[in-house]
């Protein structure tokens, strides 16, 4: 499994990262590869406010539906258009291609607070 040093984690297998003035979030390796072939993400709609540690919606697999859940508070800036028609990138490239979305955070510096690649890491055993 693959676990990059320059993303922060949170305990429900999200991963966040900075990205200028905004996070890019999605899901992590070990999520993917649990949940099997994804067919659906629920993305939310751009403009809505996330609150740090509540669903903002849900991905589909050929196992089962599990819920996608902020790391931080802030408002949706984008949504990835490519999984639309697309869901399976969230498998082939969960770091990159298959991010789910971007959000503007109430407080950059609330990042700081998640997991580290290691303590993440720590969870899974």
Known sequence: MNFPDNLKYTKEHEWAKADGGHIIIGITDFAQDSLGDVVYVELPQVGKELVAGKEF?????????????APITGTVVEANPALEGNPALVNKSP???????????????????????????KTLS
């Open 57 to 69: 919606g849900v991905v589909e697999s050929v196992k089962s539906v599990s819920s996608l859940f």
């Open 95 to 121: 770091y990159a291609d298959g991010w789910i979305i971007k959000v503007k955070p109430n407080d950059p510096a609330s990042l700081d607070s998640l997991l580290s690649a290691a303590d993440y890491q």
